[in-house]
C-alpha cells in the first residue's frame, strides 16, 4: 500500500502546491496530489498550476496587509 508520503514523492508536487490545490478545490490533500501530478503532464496543467499558485500568494499578500489595518 501507497502512504500519502509515497504519492507525494512521485507527483514531484511541493508541499505548497499540493496545500494550494487542496484548499482552492476544497478536496483532501490526497486528492489534491493527485490532481497535481495530472497538472504536471501537459504545458497546459503546468500553466494552470503557476497561476494558481500566484493567485494563492496574491491573496496571501491580500489578506496579510488588511489584517494589519485597525
Known sequence: MLSFID???MSDL???EI???ARH???PEIVA???GAGLRRTW???DLLER???TADESNVYKAR???LP
Do not use: K
Open 25 to 27: 478545490l476544497h478536496v
Open 52 to 54: 494558481l499558485m500566484r
Open 44 to 46: 497546459m496543467g503546468e
Open 19 to 21: 496545500l494550494t490545490i
Open 66 to 68: 488588511h489584517s494589519l
Open 14 to 16: 511541493r508541499p505548497d
Open 33 to 35: 496530489v493527485e490532481i
Open 7 to 9: 504519492c507525494q514523492d
